[in-house]
C-alpha cells in the first residue's frame, strides 16, 4: 500500500515540477513589454473608471497620457487639478488647470408646483418615458422623474426626493464625470462653475413656452418677463424669447435677480439668508443721529465757558 | 383555404362596431390647426403669413423636398397665427392655424365630384398632379406618394397590390370607403396602371369584410386585370411586407422595399384620393376618419377637413363617455394615446378610439416565463424577449446584429405575453439607439 | 373629479392570457392522473400530493420573504405546480419528511437560487426528483403495489415497476418471452394498473390531460409528439433486431413515467426551447438519452436524468436554433 502512495505522491509532485516550468518558460517568451510610466500614472488616477475623461476607463486613460506628445487637452474630472499636476510632474508634459465644475439641475418643477395631470403606464426609464409622450404634466421640457440620471451615477452622488420626484445632487460627491448630463434625455442637467463656498445662482427652467401656457403648467416657471435681464449689474442674463439663462461665467452672483423674480424661478443655493440685515439697516441711522446732537451739545459748553 | 401570411400573426377582437354607419359629413370647423410636418420625410416650408387670406385648397406650405408634400388649406379663411401646437407626439410642432370664414359659401359647398372613368392624361401629368395635391399614404404610414411611384425605367414592377384589408380592431375608414366608393377606387387604379404600365392589380381584403369584397367584385368586372383577394383575418396582415407575401408569395428581403420583388403598394384609401387629384385636380384636404368606442353613443365614420381638433370629432358623437381612461389616436394595436382632445387630425390619422376604465390600464410586468409565445407570433420572425433584454442592457450592437431594425412594430408579442412584460416599448428604444448609432457612423 | 387619462405606449389591447392562467390550464390538465392514482393508491397519495404542494409553497414565502428579501410570488401558480409534479414523481409510500426535503431542494434550490421563476435552468420537480433518487435510493425504488379500490393509509406490500422488472429479468439472463409473464399487460399499462409513481400511472388519463394542454395552446405538439415518436422507433429498432433482448416499443412508451415526461416535464415553459426547430432537436435528444439509459444503463427508467440532461443544453438551442427571418433569402424573387 506505501508503494502506491510514494507513487502517487510522486507522480503528482512532477506534474507540478513540470507545470511550473512550463509555465516560466511561456511567461518569460511571451512577456509583452509595457512602458513603466503607464501603471506608475494608473496608481496615482483615482480608479473610479468612470469614462469622464473619454477614455474607457483608467488604464487605458493612463496609456493615452504617456503616449500622447500633447496632453494639455486631457483633464480628469475625477482627480481635478491634483491629479493632473502629479501626472505633469511624473511625465513631464504640460497639463491646464481646468475649474472645477458641478452638475446642476435646471429644473425645480417638482410633484407640488408642476401637477400631473395624466398618468404614464410603462417602463419607469427617461429614455423610455421621454420618447412615449411629453410626459405627465403640462410642461414638455422639464425633468421626467424616473431616475435615469441617478442610475448612471457611480459616485453615489444623486438621489430621489420623494417629495418633489426631482433628483438631487450632492456637491460634495459629484466629480464632473459627467454621466448624468449624457444620460438625461432632455438635458436638463448642466456642469456649471463650483464655488468654494457652493453657491449657485441658476434659472431652474427650460421651458420656452410663452408665459401663460408655462405658469399653467408650472407655478416656478420662467415666463420670460425680462426682469431679471434688466436688473442685472453684469449683463449675466441670456434671454431668448421666452427663456431666461444665467451665464455662470459672467455672473458675479449678487442676487439682485433672483429677488426680482416673479415666479421665483431663479434659484440661489447655500447663501446666507438675507431679511437678518434689514434691522441692522435702521438702527445706524438712528445712532448717527444721536451721534451728531452730542457733537453739537459738546461744541457749546466751550463757549459758555 | 383563403390565403395569409404564413409566420406569426394573433387574432385580436374585431370589435368593428362601426362597420354598418355610412360616411357622415363633419360639419367644417370654426377653427384648423395644419401641422406642416404630416407626412414622412422633410416637413413642408409655410408660405404663408399672418392674416393673409386663404382660399379651399390653396398651398400654404410647399414641398420641403422630393420626400416631401405639399400642404393644402383645408377651408376658405384667414391665417390667425403660425404657432407651435401639441400634435400626436405629445410635443409641439408647428402649425399653420386658419380661422374659417363663416360666410364664404365655399367651406359649406358639399363637393359632387361624379364618377369620371375616362383617363386623358399622360404618365408625366398624372405624377405630377399626384405631387402637386399632397398625395401621401393614408394607411398611416404617411409616406409621400409620388417617392413610391417614381420608377426608374429599368423597373421589374409587374404588380400593383391595394390594400383594403384595415387589420387594425375597430376601424372601418377603408371598409366605409371601399362601399361607397368602389367605382371611383377602380378608376383611381386604372389611372395608376395606365400611369405606370402595369398589368395586373389585386385588392386585398380581409374576409370580415364580405360585403366589400362583393362590391369590388361587381366593380371590377369590366376590367380583367384587376382582381380582388379575400384573405384570412389575422392581424398584421394589412402591413405591407405581409400583404405581399400572402398575395402573390414574394417576400420583401431584409432592408429592402416592395419595389425589389416587382410590387407596389397602396392603401385604398391613397387611391381613392389619387383619383380625385388626377380626374378634378382635388387637392388632399379631407380624409376618413372612424370615431369609436365601446362606450361611445353614436360611433360612426366621418369625413373631416385637415386640421380639425379632434375636440370637434369627439363632440360630434356625444361626447367622452364617463370612465374614459384612455383616448387613441388610430387602431388600439399601433395607435398614439393623446392627452388631450386638442390634437389636430392630420393626413395620417385613420380613427380615434375612446377606452374605458376597464381595458384602459396596463398590468404590472413580471418575470419572462420563456413560454416563446412573443416568438411564435412574431410576423417578422424575429424574437421580442431576447430584443427586449439587449436594449434594456444596453447591447446595441448585438440587437442590431439580432435583426432589431426589422421590427415592424406591429405590437403582436406585446399583445401576447403572459406576463405582460413591455416588449415592445424597449424594442422601439433599443432601434431608435441603433438607429441613432448608424447615422453617426454613416 | 374624473380620473386621469393614461397614456402609454401602443399597443392599447392585451389578450386575455395571463401566466396564472396558463399554470392553471396545466393544473386542470393533472386532475384526471392525479384521481386515478388516488384509485389505485389509496389516500397516501393524495397525502403526498398535499404535502409536496404545501412545503413548497411555504418554502417558497419563507425563502422570498426572509431569505431573499423580495416580494413573494406564491399566487402565480408555479408553486404550485412544482409540487404536484414533484409529487407525481415520487412513490407513494414515501415517507413524510423525505417529501419535504424534496421541496426544498426542489424550490429553493432548483428555482429561487437561479433567481425565480424564468430564470431557472433546470426543472425544479426533477431536480428535486434526481436529488431524492440519489440520496436515498432504497426509498425511492420501492413501490407500492397497485391494488385497485385501495382507500388504506398503510401499504401491504412493495413491488417492482415494469421496467425495474425487465431490466432484473434481463441482468438474470432470461428472455423478454419470459418476462412478458411477470408484467402488465398493454391495457394494464395503459389504464395504470401497475405500479410506479404516483403520476406515471395511467397512460391513458395523462395523454387526456396532454391533449387539453396542446388544444389550450398552453404547450405546442412538438415535444411530445417528438419524444414519443423517436423513442418508439428507437427502441422499435432494436426491438426487431433481437426481440428477446428488448422489450417491444409500446412498453417502453406506456411504462416509466415517458408520457408523464414528454407531456408534462418536457414541454416545462421555462426549461424547453423557444422555437419549434429547437424544440425537435431538445425532443430527439431526450428521446435517444432516455432510450440509452433504460436500454444500456444501470438505471431501468432514465428520463428524469434524460431531461435534466437536456435542459442544460436548452440556451446553447436557443442561440442556433433561431427562427427564420422574413426576408432573409439571399436573392429577392422577381417573376
Given at each position: 500500500?506505501?508503494?502506491?502512495?510514494?507513487?502517487?505522491?510522486?507522480?503528482?509532485?512532477?506534474?507540478?515540477?513540470?507545470?511550473?516550468?512550463?509555465?516560466?518558460?511561456?511567461?518569460?517568451?511571451?512577456?509583452?513589454?509595457?512602458?513603466?510610466?503607464?501603471?506608475?500614472?494608473?496608481?496615482i488616477l483615482p480608479a473610479a473608471?468612470c469614462g469622464g475623461c473619454g477614455?474607457?476607463?483608467?488604464?487605458?486613460?493612463?496609456?493615452?497620457l504617456?503616449?500622447?506628445?500633447d496632453i494639455s487637452e486631457l483633464f480628469c474630472p475625477v482627480g481635478g487639478n491634483e491629479v493632473m499636476k502629479q501626472v505633469s510632474e511624473i511625465l513631464g508634459k504640460e497639463v491646464t488647470e481646468k475649474d472645477p465644475t458641478v452638475a446642476v439641475l435646471l429644473c425645480q418643477g417638482g410633484c407640488e408646483v408642476r401637477p400631473k395631470t395624466t398618468?404614464?403606464?410603462?417602463?419607469?426609464?427617461c429614455?423610455?418615458s421621454a420618447?412615449?409622450?411629453g410626459g405627465e404634466t403640462d410642461c414638455q421640457y422639464g425633468c421626467l422623474g424616473d431616475g435615469d440620471c441617478v442610475a448612471v451615477c457611480d459616485f453615489d452622488a444623486m438621489y430621489m426626493d420623494k417629495n418633489t420626484g426631482l433628483p438631487v445632487i450632492d456637491t460634495d460627491k459629484c466629480t464632473s464625470c459627467e454621466a448624468c448630463v449624457k444620460a438625461c434625455p432632455r438635458d436638463i442637467i448642466e456642469m456649471r462653475p463650483l464655488n468654494k463656498r457652493d453657491l449657485k445662482i441658476f434659472v431652474g427652467c427650460l421651458n420656452q413656452d410663452k408665459a401663460g401656457i408655462a405658469k399653467k403648467a408650472c407655478d416656478v416657471a420662467c415666463i420670460g418677463c425680462s426682469k431679471c435681464e434688466d436688473i442685472c449689474p453684469k449683463d449675466a442674463v441670456i434671454m431668448t424669447d421666452t427663456l431666461a439663462y444665467i451665464d455662470p461665467m459672467v455672473c458675479t452672483l449678487c442676487r439682485k435677480c433672483v429677488e426680482v423674480c416673479p415666479t421665483h424661478s431663479i434659484i440661489e443655493t447655500n447663501f446666507p439668508p438675507k431679511k437678518v440685515k434689514k434691522p441692522k439697516e435702521e438702527k445706524p441711522k438712528r445712532e448717527k443721529v444721536a451721534v451728531v446732537k452730542a457733537k453739537v451739545e459738546s461744541v457749546n459748553p466751550k463757549t459758555d465757558a | 383555404?383563403?390565403?395569409?401570411?404564413?409566420?406569426?400573426?394573433?387574432?385580436?377582437?374585431?370589435?368593428?362596431?362601426?362597420?354598418?354607419?355610412?360616411?357622415?359629413?363633419?360639419?367644417?370647423?370654426?377653427?384648423?390647426?395644419?401641422?406642416?410636418?404630416?407626412?414622412?420625410?422633410?416637413?413642408?416650408?409655410?408660405?404663408?403669413?399672418r392674416?393673409?387670406?386663404?382660399?379651399?385648397?390653396?398651398?400654404?406650405?410647399?414641398?420641403?423636398?422630393?420626400?416631401?408634400?405639399?400642404?393644402?388649406?383645408?377651408?376658405?379663411?384667414?391665417?390667425t397665427k403660425l404657432d407651435m401646437i401639441v400634435?400626436?407626439?405629445?410635443y409641439k410642432?408647428?402649425?399653420?392655424?386658419?380661422?374659417?370664414?363663416?360666410?364664404?359659401?365655399?367651406?359649406?359647398?358639399?363637393?359632387?365630384?361624379?364618377?369620371?372613368?375616362?383617363?386623358?392624361?399622360?404618365?408625366?401629368?398624372?405624377?405630377?398632379?399626384?405631387?402637386?395635391?399632397?398625395?401621401?399614404?393614408?394607411?398611416?404610414?404617411?409616406?409621400?406618394?409620388?417617392?413610391?411611384?417614381?420608377?426608374?425605367?429599368?423597373?421589374?414592377?409587374?404588380?400593383?397590390?391595394?390594400?383594403?384589408?384595415?387589420?387594425?380592431?375597430?376601424?372601418?375608414?377603408?371598409?366605409?370607403?371601399?362601399?361607397?366608393?368602389?367605382?371611383?377606387?377602380?378608376?383611381?387604379?386604372?389611372?395608376?396602371?395606365?400611369?405606370?404600365?402595369?398589368?395586373?392589380?389585386?385588392?386585398?381584403?380581409?374576409?370580415?369584410?364580405?360585403?366589400?369584397?362583393?362590391?369590388?367584385?361587381?366593380?371590377?368586372?369590366?376590367?380583367?386585370?384587376?382582381?380582388?383577394?379575400?384573405?384570412?383575418?389575422?392581424?398584421?396582415?394589412?402591413?405591407?411586407?405581409?400583404?405581399?407575401?400572402?398575395?402573390?408569395?414574394?417576400?420583401?428581403?431584409?432592408?429592402?422595399?416592395?419595389?425589389?420583388?416587382?410590387?407596389?403598394?397602396?392603401?385604398?384609401?391613397?387611391?381613392?384620393?389619387?383619383?380625385?387629384?388626377?380626374?378634378?385636380?382635388?387637392?388632399?384636404?379631407?380624409?376618413?376618419?372612424?370615431?369609436?368606442?365601446?362606450?361611445?353613443?353614436?360611433?360612426?365614420?366621418?369625413?373631416?377637413?385637415?386640421?380639425?381638433?379632434?375636440?370637434?370629432?369627439?363632440?360630434?358623437?356625444?361626447?367622452?363617455?364617463?370612465?374614459?381612461?384612455?383616448?387613441?389616436?388610430?387602431?388600439?394595436?399601433?395607435?398614439?394615446?393623446?392627452?388631450?382632445?386638442?390634437?389636430?387630425?392630420?393626413?395620417?390619422?385613420?380613427?380615434?378610439?375612446?377606452?374605458?376604465?376597464?381595458?384602459?390600464?396596463?398590468?404590472?410586468?413580471?418575470?419572462?416565463?420563456?413560454?416563446?409565445?412573443?416568438?411564435?407570433?412574431?410576423?417578422?420572425?424575429?424574437?421580442?424577449?431576447?430584443?427586449?433584454?439587449?436594449?434594456?442592457?444596453?447591447?446595441?450592437?448585438?440587437?442590431?446584429?439580432?435583426?432589431?431594425?426589422?421590427?415592424?412594430?406591429?405590437?403582436?408579442?406585446?399583445?401576447?405575453?403572459?406576463?405582460?412584460?413591455?416588449?415592445?416599448?424597449?424594442?422601439?428604444?433599443?432601434?431608435?439607439?441603433?438607429?441613432?448609432?448608424?447615422?453617426?457612423?454613416? | 373629479m374624473?380620473?386621469p387619462?393614461?397614456?402609454?405606449?401602443?399597443?392599447?389591447?392585451?389578450?386575455?392570457?395571463?401566466?396564472?392562467?396558463?399554470?392553471?390550464?396545466?393544473?386542470?390538465?393533472?386532475?384526471?392522473?392525479?384521481?386515478?392514482?388516488?384509485?389505485?393508491?389509496?389516500?397516501?397519495?393524495?397525502?403526498?400530493?398535499?404535502?409536496?404542494?404545501?412545503?413548497?409553497?411555504?418554502?417558497?414565502?419563507?425563502?422570498?420573504?426572509?431569505?431573499?428579501?423580495?416580494?413573494?410570488?406564491?399566487?402565480?401558480?408555479?408553486?404550485?405546480?412544482?409540487?404536484?409534479?414533484?409529487?407525481?414523481?415520487?412513490?407513494?409510500?414515501?415517507?413524510?419528511?423525505?417529501?419535504?426535503?424534496?421541496?426544498?431542494?426542489?424550490?429553493?434550490?432548483?428555482?429561487?437560487?437561479?433567481?425565480?421563476?424564468?430564470?431557472?435552468?433546470?426543472?425544479?420537480?426533477?431536480?428535486?426528483?434526481?436529488?431524492?433518487?440519489?440520496?436515498?435510493?432504497?426509498?425511492?425504488?420501492?413501490?407500492?403495489?397497485?391494488?385497485?379500490?385501495?382507500?388504506?393509509?398503510?401499504?401491504?406490500?412493495?413491488?417492482?415497476?415494469?421496467?425495474?422488472?425487465?431490466?432484473?429479468?434481463?441482468?438474470?439472463?432470461?428472455?423478454?418471452?419470459?418476462?412478458?409473464?411477470?408484467?402488465?399487460?398493454?391495457?394494464?399499462?395503459?389504464?395504470?394498473?401497475?405500479?410506479?409513481?404516483?403520476?406515471?400511472?395511467?397512460?391513458?388519463?395523462?395523454?387526456?390531460?396532454?391533449?387539453?394542454?396542446?388544444?389550450?395552446?398552453?404547450?405546442?405538439?412538438?415535444?411530445?409528439?417528438?419524444?414519443?415518436?423517436?423513442?418508439?422507433?428507437?427502441?422499435?429498432?432494436?426491438?426487431?433486431?433481437?426481440?428477446?433482448?428488448?422489450?417491444?416499443?409500446?412498453?417502453?412508451?406506456?411504462?416509466?413515467?415517458?408520457?408523464?415526461?414528454?407531456?408534462?416535464?418536457?414541454?416545462?415553459?421555462?426549461?424547453?426551447?423557444?422555437?419549434?426547430?429547437?424544440?425537435?432537436?431538445?425532443?430527439?435528444?431526450?428521446?435517444?438519452?432516455?432510450?440509452?439509459?433504460?436500454?444500456?444503463?444501470?438505471?431501468?427508467?432514465?428520463?428524469?436524468?434524460?431531461?435534466?440532461?437536456?435542459?442544460?443544453?436548452?440556451?446553447?438551442?436557443?442561440?442556433?436554433?433561431?427562427?427564420?427571418?422574413?426576408?432573409?433569402?439571399?436573392?429577392?424573387?422577381?417573376?
Open positions: 500500500m506505501s508503494d502506491s502512495v510514494l507513487y502517487s505522491v510522486f507522480l503528482l509532485v512532477s506534474l507540478g515540477v513540470i507545470a511550473a516550468i512550463v509555465l516560466y518558460i511561456v511567461s518569460k517568451k511571451f512577456y509583452v513589454y509595457e512602458n513603466p510610466l503607464i501603471s506608475e500614472v494608473d496608481d473608471n477614455s474607457p476607463g483608467c488604464k487605458a486613460f493612463a496609456d493615452k504617456v503616449n500622447t506628445e398618468i404614464y403606464q410603462g417602463p419607469r426609464t429614455a423610455i420618447m412615449v409622450y | 383555404m383563403l390565403k395569409t401570411f404564413p409566420k406569426g400573426g394573433i387574432h385580436p377582437e374585431e370589435n368593428k362596431i362601426t362597420s354598418s354607419k355610412a360616411i357622415k359629413r363633419m360639419p367644417v370647423p370654426k377653427v384648423v390647426y395644419v401641422p406642416i410636418a404630416q407626412h414622412i420625410g422633410i416637413p413642408a416650408e409655410i408660405i404663408v403669413d392674416k393673409d387670406k386663404v382660399e379651399i385648397g390653396q398651398v400654404i406650405a410647399k414641398s420641403g423636398g422630393f420626400v416631401s408634400s405639399n400642404i393644402h388649406s383645408p377651408v376658405a379663411g384667414t391665417v400634435d400626436t407626439s405629445g410642432k408647428q402649425c399653420i392655424v386658419i380661422r374659417t370664414d363663416q360666410k364664404n359659401e365655399s367651406n359649406f359647398e358639399i363637393p359632387d365630384f361624379p364618377l369620371k372613368k375616362e383617363i386623358s392624361m399622360d404618365q408625366k401629368n398624372i405624377l405630377q398632379h399626384i405631387t402637386d395635391c399632397g398625395i401621401v399614404g393614408l394607411g398611416g404610414a404617411t409616406f409621400p406618394s409620388h417617392v413610391k411611384l417614381d420608377l426608374k425605367n429599368d423597373n421589374h414592377v409587374d404588380c400593383l397590390i391595394i390594400n383594403g384589408v384595415e387589420c387594425e380592431p375597430y376601424l372601418t375608414a377603408d371598409h366605409r370607403l371601399m362601399l361607397e366608393k368602389a367605382d371611383e377606387i377602380i378608376v383611381g387604379i386604372q389611372i395608376l396602371m395606365h400611369a405606370l404600365h402595369i398589368n395586373e392589380a389585386i385588392i386585398g381584403i380581409e374576409n370580415n369584410k364580405k360585403d366589400a369584397i362583393k362590391v369590388l367584385k361587381q366593380a371590377a368586372k369590366s376590367d380583367k386585370r384587376i382582381k380582388v383577394a379575400a384573405l384570412q383575418v389575422k392581424y398584421p396582415q394589412g402591413s405591407e411586407k405581409q400583404l405581399i407575401k400572402a398575395i402573390v408569395q414574394r417576400e420583401v428581403p431584409i432592408g429592402g422595399l416592395p419595389m425589389d420583388v416587382g410590387v407596389i403598394v397602396h392603401n385604398v384609401g391613397t387611391i381613392f384620393a389619387i383619383y380625385q387629384a388626377v380626374q378634378y385636380d382635388q387637392p388632399l384636404i379631407e380624409r376618413v376618419v372612424t370615431v369609436t368606442g365601446k362606450k361611445i353613443e353614436n360611433a360612426s365614420n366621418f369625413w373631416v377637413r385637415i386640421g380639425t381638433p379632434i375636440k370637434d370629432l369627439v363632440e360630434e358623437v356625444g361626447g367622452l363617455p364617463e370612465g374614459t381612461r384612455k383616448i387613441v389616436n388610430g387602431g388600439p394595436m399601433m395607435g398614439k394615446a393623446i392627452k388631450n382632445t386638442d390634437v389636430p387630425v392630420t393626413k395620417g390619422t385613420s380613427g380615434i378610439l375612446v377606452i374605458s376604465e376597464d381595458e384602459a390600464s396596463r398590468q404590472d410586468p413580471k418575470n419572462c416565463i420563456r413560454c416563446g409565445q412573443c416568438v411564435f407570433v412574431c410576423p417578422m420572425g424575429l424574437e421580442p424577449h431576447l430584443l427586449m433584454n439587449l436594449s434594456e442592457k444596453g447591447m446595441y450592437e448585438k440587437a442590431a446584429y439580432e435583426d432589431i431594425m426589422t421590427c415592424i412594430e406591429c405590437g403582436s408579442c406585446s399583445y401576447v405575453c403572459p406576463s405582460h412584460r413591455p416588449l415592445l416599448d424597449y424594442i422601439r428604444f433599443g432601434k431608435s439607439i441603433v438607429k441613432k448609432i448608424n447615422t453617426t457612423k454613416n | 374624473a380620473d387619462i393614461i397614456i402609454s405606449a401602443s399597443p392599447h389591447i392585451h389578450s386575455a392570457r395571463t401566466s396564472e392562467k396558463v399554470m392553471y390550464d396545466v393544473l386542470y390538465a393533472l386532475i384526471p392522473a392525479f384521481l386515478v392514482s388516488i384509485y389505485v393508491f389509496g389516500i397516501r397519495a393524495l397525502v403526498l400530493t398535499s404535502v409536496a404542494v404545501i412545503s413548497c409553497i411555504v418554502f417558497e414565502y419563507l425563502i422570498q420573504k426572509y431569505l431573499l428579501k423580495t416580494e413573494s410570488t406564491i399566487t402565480d401558480g408555479s408553486a404550485l405546480i412544482t409540487g404536484i409534479l414533484l409529487a407525481f414523481n415520487l412513490p407513494s409510500n414515501l415517507p413524510i419528511w423525505m417529501i419535504i426535503v424534496g421541496a426544498l431542494i426542489a424550490i429553493g434550490v432548483a428555482k429561487l437560487s437561479f433567481g425565480g421563476l424564468g430564470y431557472n435552468i433546470f426543472n425544479p420537480a426533477l431536480v428535486g426528483r434526481v436529488f431524492l433518487l440519489v440520496c436515498f435510493p432504497v426509498q425511492m425504488t420501492s413501490w407500492p403495489t397497485a391494488v385497485e379500490n385501495n382507500w388504506s393509509l398503510v401499504d401491504a406490500v412493495t413491488g417492482e415497476t415494469t421496467l425495474g422488472i425487465i431490466k432484473e429479468g434481463l441482468m438474470y439472463g432470461e428472455t423478454m418471452s419470459t418476462i412478458s409473464e411477470k408484467i402488465p399487460s398493454t391495457m394494464e399499462l395503459l389504464l395504470g394498473i401497475t405500479s410506479g409513481s404516483v403520476g406515471e400511472m395511467s397512460a391513458l388519463a395523462l395523454l387526456l390531460g396532454g391533449v387539453f394542454l396542446i388544444v389550450r395552446k398552453v404547450i405546442t405538439w412538438h415535444i411530445p409528439a417528438t419524444i414519443i415518436v423517436t423513442m418508439a422507433v428507437v427502441t422499435g429498432v432494436f426491438w426487431l433486431v433481437n426481440p428477446e433482448q428488448y422489450a417491444n416499443p409500446l412498453i417502453h412508451i406506456l411504462s416509466g413515467g415517458a408520457i408523464l415526461g414528454a407531456f408534462y416535464m418536457a414541454t416545462d415553459l421555462v426549461t424547453s426551447p423557444m422555437t419549434k426547430k429547437g424544440m425537435v432537436i431538445f425532443a430527439i435528444g431526450i428521446a435517444i438519452i432516455t432510450v440509452v439509459i433504460r436500454l444500456f444503463g444501470a438505471y431501468p427508467e432514465g428520463i428524469s436524468f434524460a431531461i435534466l440532461i437536456m435542459n442544460a443544453f436548452v440556451p446553447l438551442i436557443n442561440k442556433y436554433f433561431k427562427p427564420r427571418r422574413f426576408g432573409n433569402q439571399i436573392k429577392s424573387k422577381i417573376v
